[in-house]
């Protein structure tokens, strides 16, 4: 069974940075893209950012605009999302995700999300 644990979520400042992480078990593919969604209060989960298994290609929801960082460690079926220049709008519950093969946005496994909330 799939399991993706997220953590790291927590209360910044606007302005600050926070590191999630996203452990992933129970995978038994040889290739998979990991990604991270958000959904705040009200609106539609959004996407954030992914990343390929090979060659760790990056894509980014066109809010990120440089702030964000998604990478991976293969050895540890980790993936991490690094936010710098946080705003309060960035407040939500980030939620990792696995699709198997390559990214197409479409995800196969979620996680139970992490909350982040970013203070004015």
């Known amino acids: 069974q799939v399991q993706l644990v997220e953590s790291g979520g927590g209360l910044v400042q606007a302005g600050g940075s926070l590191r999630l992480s996203c452990a992933a078990s129970g995978l038994t593919f040889s290739a998979y893209a990991m990604a991270w969604f958000r959904r705040a209060p009200g609106l539609e989960r959004e996407f954030v950012a992914a990343?390929?298994?090979?060659?760790?290609?990056?894509y980014y929801g066109d809010f990120v605009k440089g702030r964000f960082t998604i990478s991976r460690d293969n050895a540890k079926n980790t993936v991490y999302l690094q936010m710098n220049s946080l705003k309060p709008e960035d407040t939500a519950v980030y939620y990792c995700?696995?699709?198997?093969?390559?990214?197409?946005?479409?995800?196969?496994?979620w996680g139970q999300g992490t909350q982040v909330t970013v203070s004015s």
């Open positions: 995700a696995v699709q198997v093969g390559t990214w197409s946005g479409a995800p196969n496994y």
């Open positions: 990343i390929g298994w090979n060659r760790g290609r990056t």
